[in-house]
């Protein structure tokens, strides 16, 4: 029991002392779809929202994000679709992410983001796949 306890105060002490460091993370949304749809990464901690990711095939595109303390709030990974010649809310991913490196996220025919992979990248709090 003891054992258990030591555990999570180390673990607690892990996030606390990551939560402080500047983070430099590349998201990478790749289309796994032939439908039009828009992608956005929105960082509320460091108060970024990305510039519309708009994707017309299977492709890749990435956002570079660089500041301190960017896991302090849950990011958002939003898709919209295209609906009537208007953005049309589609999906959301939420979770928390921190350090320095990368995170790939998919988005197939549902429109839901989904993290499929990641290096250097702490995540918690959320989808983290």
Partial sequence: MSAVIRLLAILCCILAITDSFRCKIIVRVTSKTDKKFKA?????ALGIRSQPM????KTTKKVKVDGEEC???????RTYKWKNNSWKPARNMTAK?????WIRVVVRD???PAPLDRFGVMCSEGLCG
């Fill in 40 to 44: 956005l990464v929105v960082v509320p």
């Fill in 54 to 57: 708009i994707f017309n095939g």
């Fill in 71 to 77: 896991g302090r709030k849950p990011w958002i990974i």
């Fill in 97 to 101: 992410l921190q350090g320095q490196g």
């Fill in 110 to 112: 549902d429109l839901r």
